[in-house]
């Protein structure tokens, strides 16, 4: 009797196991936003006590990266798990673009929707305007947000002082999409106030419809993207000016994700990325954040630009108050969670690695490298603690003040030769020992021709309309 009923016991037991649900996914991806704009990383000018719980019950990632620092690229990135050159992604996609993503390319939501996920964007998008690229095409099941930047519209305070007419010759209005269709074709500052509450609350509502069935919920913010907006709830709560504010309401937003998925008993069942799209605009000055003691920001690949600020949460599985020093990128995303769920990987070639065990654990990345291209430009990369940039011209401050009031001052241009970091040292790569270590530029520079020699013969073509 007793093997009869630990037979059953152990039957039972399984049976439960097995009919447990595949982990539900939420990605966040703000917009522009610092490797020191959040207490984890850094922030003291105002207060992010929900992201501070986030990172004291999971894991920070201090060295993580994006593809590009870039709007469109570093999106691009994220969701098919490839570097954004190889899928002709590069730079901003406006309302003039005549591409976006390719509808051959697998996105995260389609890994997902293998599983029988409901999927869903609340956010921009900025993988092309045009509804063959918008995210209803590309295995989401539900989308609301700006097909671009918040910034691609003829209210930009830079241009204010024209007359409508020749706004217009520059950006058309900002559209609202909801589905595949436009819902407000003249978007105002008054509604871009709305939109980190708004993106919030539909993702709250899409959780509790699916809170019986798996999910995956991506969150790309508009903000911290100037022009900034914020709710009135959040109007002067910081004391740290309309920056602060709007760090508040987003603040506020990963506290709803939070909340909602403690409330459904979720949370020991769902994966909770937290990251951004690239650095800060520095030249945007008392509008854009911080990313000390990073050097540089958007629209370069020193850390200042690509090595973004991230936090992994998942009650009870990720350990908490934890961190990982290896460098992991948004690419490895993408083959993560198809392990995770037991979902096939694209038939093409991706760029991305399974590295679950650095959510867990401490492990070494399983990748050789990683590489860090701006538009086609192969410029740097990293291996261990070492990274070789190659030489390039990129846009700087020069230690100069950016502007105020949301009116940007200019960037200088410089250029940097072949150059070695050590950024267990030398985080602000400050420091060129090329000559100290010569086999180990040399061995990074052939690595870096190498896998850029492979990756401009197998580049694939963007979507075209």
């Not at 979720?266 to 800060?280: A, E, I, R, W, Y």
């Not at 854009?288 to 998942?314: I, N, V, Y």
Request: proline share 7%; net charge positive; aromatic share 12%.
């Amino acid at each position: 009797m007793k093997l009869i009923f630990a037979n059953f016991l152990f039957i039972f037991l399984a049976t439960l196991a097995s009919a447990k649900k595949p982990p539900n996914v939420v990605i966040m991806f703000m917009d522009d936003m610092g490797y020191a704009d959040i207490g984890a990383f850094g922030a003291k000018a105002y207060p992010t006590p929900h992201l501070d719980q986030m990172a004291k019950e999971g894991r920070k990632f201090s060295d993580f990266y994006v593809t590009q620092a870039v709007c469109s690229a570093s999106r691009a990135g994220l969701l098919t798990g490839c570097y954004n050159v190889r899928i002709g992604i590069n730079g901003a996609l406006g309302p003039k673009s005549a591409h976006g993503l390719n509808p051959s390319e697998i996105t995260i939501a389609e890994i997902c929707k293998q599983k029988g996920y409901a999927t869903a964007c609340f956010g921009k998008w900025h993988l092309g305007h045009h509804q063959k690229f918008l995210p209803m095409q590309h295995g989401f099941d539900d989308y609301f947000g700006l097909p671009y930047s918040n910034d691609m519209w003829p209210y930009h305070p830079g241009v204010l002082h024209l007359p409508m007419e020749e706004r217009l010759k520059r950006w058309p209005h900002l559209p609202l999409v909801e589905g595949n269709e436009v819902i407000n074709p003249k978007v105002t500052g008054e509604d871009q106030e709305q939109l980190t509450k708004e993106y919030t609350q539909r993702a709250v509502s899409f959780i509790k419809k699916n809170k019986e069935n798996p999910f995956f919920v991506y969150l790309p913010h508009s903000m911290v993207h100037v022009p900034l907006y914020v709710s009135d709830k959040f109007k002067g709560k910081s004391g740290a000016g309309l920056f602060g504010d709007v760090m508040m309401e987003v603040d506020w937003s990963v506290g709803e994700i939070m909340k909602v998925l403690r409330k459904h008993d979720l949370h020991k069942n769902t994966l909770f990325v937290f990251t951004s799209d690239n650095g800060p605009w520095l030249n945007y000055g008392d509008h854009a954040g911080s990313a000390a003691p990073l050097r540089e920001g958007k629209g370069t690949m020193f850390e200042g630009g690509c090595r973004e600020p991230t936090l992994a949460w998942w009650p009870g599985t990720i350990p908490a108050n934890s961190e990982c020093k290896e460098p992991a990128m948004t690419i490895d995303l993408l083959p993560t969670i198809a392990g995770l769920i037991g979902a096939d990987l694209p038939n093409h070639r991706i760029d991305g690695k399974n590295i679950w065990p650095l959510f867990i654990g401490n492990e070494k990345s399983p990748h050789e490298a990683y590489y860090f291209y701006y538009g086609n430009q192969l410029q740097a990369v990293r291996q261990g603690k070492w990274k070789l940039h190659f030489p390039h011209g990129y846009r700087t401050m020069a230690g100069k003040p950016g502007g105020t009031g949301g009116i940007p001052t200019n960037y200088s241009q410089a250029k940097i030769g072949l150059s070695l970091f050590n950024l267990h040292s030398d985080i602000e790569e400050s420091t060129d020992v090329k000559d100290e270590f010569p086999k180990i530029a040399s061995r990074l520079k052939t690595l870096g021709e190498k896998f850029n020699h492979e990756l401009q013969k197998s580049k694939r073509p963007a979507g075209k309309i």
